[in-house]
């Protein structure tokens, strides 16, 4: 398989499937905040999932994918540094603040400073059309956070501190998306740094966590555990993709297509959580679509 996709880097067709990615990368990466914030401590549900998709990794790096290359271990050691920052930074932010105000905020302030980090790190450029595209883009999310806002009742005392954390934990989007881009691209074989990345990054949210689990009983542990499991999964194929992504086709248009990602969070939101969504939500999160087909089509 890691042959047949090099064998698509700067083809049409990997253009075409590098667009498929991203956009299950949206779906999947709103059920993945939904698994995380949801009914549990947001803490330890990352910890579960940390965990669950750490013991999954391992034989897959030890036995099956080639060993990373000599330089490829700092480049590990800082993207576990960018992605401890933004899972701090979330676990502190779902905390504090109602899903459908605060994951819009964290994801409509990474696609501008992606496109940018994309621009100065792998050259890319983007057409005025494109631009044009992502303003939409993240002027709707944005958008959506502020109508949110005003009608969530949810952990108002919080609120405020919730989206400064939520627009620090976005600017790390755009941080881990473009590092990571990057180390994915250093290594021959995409599979190796997906592997490695994920075993490497399974360690600190349990060892951070480690007092609360040991507050807890059964009963409590085996739901968390099942979640833990479940959002590995979910987060295998989400990071997997976005990652192949920018393997394949150009960081910025993946992580913008990927923003889409509010949409699905705000039905998650109102289909599963019981937050409600109105007409202005669905007008709000029709500016998001249509700039993401922007961003697409006028490049």
Not at 132 to 146: P, R, Y
Not at 274 to 287: N, S, T
């Amino acid at each position: 398989m890691s042959d047949w996709l090099l064998s698509l880097e700067g083809t049409e067709a990997g253009h075409d499937l590098a667009l498929a990615l991203a956009l299950m990368a949206a779906v999947l990466h709103a059920l993945f905040g939904a698994l995380q914030k949801g009914r549990h401590d947001p803490w330890l549900a990352r910890a579960a999932i940390d965990a669950s998709y750490g013991v999954i990794a391992l034989p897959f790096a030890l036995f099956v994918v080639p060993w990373p290359e000599p330089h490829m271990w700092p480049i590990f050691a800082g993207a576990f540094v960018i992605h401890a920052g933004y899972k701090l930074l979330q676990a502190m932010t779902y905390s504090r603040g109602a899903y459908t105000v605060v994951y819009p905020v964290v994801r409509g302030t990474g696609p501008l400073f992606t496109v940018i980090g994309a621009g100065l790190v792998f050259g890319e450029r983007f057409a005025p059309g494109q631009w044009l595209g992502v303003l939409m883009l993240s002027g709707g999310i944005f958008g959506l956070a502020l109508w949110n806002l005003a009608h969530v009742t949810a952990q108002r005392a919080t609120m405020i501190p919730a989206l400064w954390l939520a627009f620090a934990t976005g600017g790390f989007v755009a941080a881990y998306t473009t590092y990571d881009a990057y180390g994915i691209r250093a290594t021959a074989d995409p599979f190796t740094f997906l592997a490695w990345f994920f075993l490497i990054d399974s360690f600190l949210m349990p060892v951070l966590t480690f007092r609360r689990w040991r507050g807890l009983t059964r009963t409590e542990v085996l739901p968390l555990l099942k979640r833990g499991v479940m959002g590995a999964i979910v987060a295998y194929f989400s990071f997997g993709a976005i990652m192949l992504a920018t393997r394949l086709d150009k960081v910025g248009e993946a992580a913008v297509l990927r923003e889409t990602s509010t949409v699905f969070a705000a039905l998650i939101g109102w289909l599963v959580l019981g937050e409600k969504v109105g007409r202005m939500q669905f007008l709000l999160m029709a500016v998001i679509a249509a700039g993401a087909v922007m961003v697409e089509f006028t490049g």
